[in-house]
Each structure stands twice: as structure tokens, then as C-alpha cells.
T-cell receptor, first 117, second 110 residues
Framework: EAQVTQNPRYLITVTGKKLTVTCSQN?????MSWYRQDPGLGLRQIYY???????DKGDVPEGYKVSRKEKRNFPLILESPSPNQTSLYFC????????????????FGPGTRLTVT | AQSVAQPEDQVNVAEGNPLTVKCTYS??????LFWYVQYPNRGLQFLLK??????LVKGSYGFEAEFNKSQTSFHLKKPSALVSDSALYFC????????FGKGTRLHILP
């Protein structure tokens, strides 16, 4: 089954304790992305990657890191989480349209609800 | 600057009635346009997209969307609403970058 998986689904942590949210896709997609969803703000892009070893900042990258060492995996790293990073996080993947042309429809993971106290 | 607007935070429709969820955009060039649906405690699911061609595109679960270039709109429609259509709907545009609207919560009243 084609899917995007994320782990963990729920996470409660304390300020400053490093954490990683994993994301994996089995569709051989070039493009992967992380979003956060907050009430009234919709989805905001954190980071994205168009290929292995290629990552770029989205609209809200502060406080986050990512890596793309393999095509299927795109982990999100919070080196020192803070309460304002409490949110619902989604990983997504897609096929690229072509050089500089963006992507086709995205496939989303089930989400990770993060609470930082 | 590129933008996507979903002017209604919430739309209420009686079951069996037609529904419309509005989306307007401001993007240069010829963007791809998408609608996604989010059910409670789930990730977003792709509904339909406009790339080029016929302005009326059909998607999953009986939904369709009408692309209007002059009004820069891409409204989501369904001829007869079901209670199970109740969910959060997002419009998205892929121009130079991917932008999502803030979402519209659709309530179908039995």
C-alpha cells in the first residue's frame, strides 16, 4: 500500500529536550515536505526537499532541522523544543512536475501531535 | 506575493442540498490548483486538481471544482451533500511555491 508514515503519532516533551519525528514514504517520490497545522493558520510549510541531500526552508523554518540522506526518509529534528512549537505536524511527499515547476498532488502522513511543556 | 484565500471559516449545508466551498488565489503564471480534505484525527487526503484544459474537474467522493481564470477562483462543489462530507477542506496552489489556504470547516446538517 502506498503510504507516508510518521512516528511517533503523539509526543509530550519538555522544553529543551531534543526530539526527532521520523517520516518515510514508499512511493519513490522525489519531493518531501514538513508542515505544521495550527488553528486559524492552516498549514504552514517548515522545510522541503526536492531530492536526496537537497533541502530548503519553507515559511516557518526557525527552530527546526531536517535531513534527506535517503530518498524515502525525511526526519524532522527539534534541537531545543519550545512551547510555541506545540502543534500538529504533517509530513508529505509528491512527484515533481519538472525543473522549477513545483509538484503534483501531495500524499500526507497521519500527523504527529507534539506538546512541549 | 502569492496567496490563497478561503473566505469562509465554516459552511453549513443541509444534507441533500448542493454545497460550495470557496477558494480564490493570487499567483503568477499558470499554477496547479488542488483541494484536500481532512477528517478528524487524520492527515490530508487529495480530492482533485486542476492542471489545464476543462475548467470543471471531477474528483473523489462526488466532488468537483470549477476553475475560473478571470476571477482567479477554484471553488469546490458537490450537487448533493452527505453528512459524511463533514470535514475540514483546504485549497492549495502550486506556483513558485506551495501555498495552502487556512481551511474551511464544512458541516452537513442531517
Amino acid at each position: 500500500e502506498a503510504q507516508v508514515t510518521q512516528n511517533p503519532r503523539y509526543l509530550i516533551t519538555v522544553t529543551g529536550k531534543k526530539l526527532t519525528v521520523t517520516c518515510s514514504q514508499n512511493m519513490n517520490h522525489e519531493y518531501m515536505s514538513w508542515y505544521r497545522q495550527d488553528p486559524g493558520l492552516g498549514l504552514r510549510q517548515i522545510y522541503y526537499s526536492m531530492n536526496v541531500e537537497v533541502t530548503d526552508k519553507g515559511d516557518v523554518p526557525e527552530g527546526y532541522k531536517v535531513s534527506r540522506k535517503e530518498k524515502r526518509n525525511f526526519p524532522l529534528i527539534l534541537e531545543s523544543p519550545s512551547p510555541n512549537q506545540t502543534s500538529l505536524y504533517f509530513c508529505a511527499s509528491s512527484t515533481l512536475r519538472g525543473s522549477g515547476l513545483g509538484t503534483y498532488e501531495q500524499y500526507f502522513g497521519p500527523g504527529t501531535r507534539l506538546t512541549v511543556t | 506575493a502569492q496567496s490563497v484565500a478561503q473566505p469562509e471559516d465554516q459552511v453549513n449545508v443541509a444534507e441533500g442540498n448542493p454545497l460550495t466551498v470557496k477558494c480564490t488565489y493570487s499567483v503568477s503564471g499558470n499554477p496547479y490548483l488542488f483541494w484536500y480534505v481532512q477528517y478528524p484525527n487524520r492527515g490530508l487526503q487529495f480530492l482533485l486538481k486542476y492542471i489545464t484544459g476543462d475548467n470543471l474537474v471531477k474528483g473523489s467522493y462526488g466532488f468537483e471544482a470549477e476553475f475560473n481564470k478571470s476571477q482567479t477562483s477554484f471553488h469546490l462543489k458537490k450537487p448533493s451533500a452527505l453528512v459524511s462530507d463533514s470535514a475540514l477542506y483546504f485549497c492549495a496552489v502550486n506556483g513558485d511555491k506551495i501555498i495552502f489556504g487556512k481551511g474551511t470547516r464544512l458541516h452537513i446538517l442531517p
